[in-house]
């Protein structure tokens, strides 16, 4: 028996799923929450840019090398990696599959380690976060048996 986990995620809120074979369905086993990345932009930054002296043109305001929103985005997807890796590294999971809308999909598959982003069988490029269990076994049922 194969157990399989399912992470249905997008950059503020997380589903993760188990389903250990056919007919079994799906069992949630743990929902993470990431409020930060639903402020405003403007909420994330502590205070006004920093100011830059460049010679003969006065001051300028310095913005940020990374959006606020993305850096909170890739801080979540850093957490969900750590716990797909550390399911791996403690024998809890066999395969992996993964459901983020695209944006997000590219910062959960930069922060897996290899050997977790081998167990990954499947990625669907949805927001499925909303969807109730019913139905988002309906969206998988091309990749688990339920």
């Given at each position: 028996m194969t157990?399989?986990?399912?992470?249905?995620?997008n950059a503020s809120?997380?589903?993760l799923y188990s389903n250990n074979g056919p007919k079994k369905g799906l069992q949630l086993l743990k929902e993470l929450k990431h409020p930060e990345s639903?402020?405003?932009?403007?909420?994330?930054?502590?205070?006004?840019?920093?100011?830059?002296?460049?010679?003969?043109?006065?001051?300028?305001?310095?913005?940020?090398k990374t959006d606020p929103k993305t850096n909170e985005?890739?801080?979540?997807?850093?957490?969900?990696?750590?716990?797909?890796?550390?399911g791996r590294s403690s024998g809890q999971i066999e395969?992996?599959?993964?459901v983020a809308p695209p944006a997000f999909?590219?910062?959960?598959?930069?922060?897996?380690?290899?050997?977790?982003?081998h167990l990954v069988t499947d990625r669907f490029e949805k927001?499925?976060?909303?969807?109730?269990e019913k139905e988002l076994a309906g969206?998988?049922?091309?990749?688990?048996?339920?």
């Open positions: 157990t399989t986990w399912i992470l249905v995620a809120q997380a589903k639903r402020e405003k932009a403007s909420d994330l930054v502590s205070d006004r840019p920093g100011q830059m002296h460049s010679p003969g043109t006065g001051h300028r305001a310095s913005q940020p985005a890739r801080n979540f997807a850093q957490e969900l990696a750590r716990e797909l890796n550390h395969r992996l599959i993964l999909m590219g910062l959960l598959n930069e922060k897996l380690d290899g050997p977790t982003a927001d499925y976060t909303k969807s109730a969206h998988l049922e091309s990749c688990i048996f339920l």
